[in-house]
């Protein structure tokens, strides 16, 4: 299992959850406030694609890319 510190705390605040992982990549879907997001790590595994800054686009995260990807999601009020 991948993006495990994703899936903790968004299960662990009760938002519907969804992984899913193919080829050794993850992928975590979420619904907040009736928006869906997502993470999508590249086959690389360099990095990962998340709609979490900005529900209606996608952007590329690199490096620490798990790390960066949670602290926005608990930027969320």
């Not at 299960?11 to 992928?27: A, I, L, N």
Request: net charge negative.
């Amino acid at each position: 299992m991948r993006l495990n510190k994703i899936q903790e705390y968004v299960r662990s605040k009760g938002w519907e959850c969804q992984y899913t992982e193919e080829d050794g990549c993850g992928s975590v879907d979420f619904s907040y406030r009736g928006i869906s997001y997502h993470v999508w790590e590249f086959p690389d595994g360099e990095g990962a694609e998340s709609n979490v800054r900005d529900g209606g686009r996608q952007e590329d995260f690199l490096g620490d890319y798990e790390e960066d990807i949670l602290a926005v999601i608990k930027s969320w009020k």
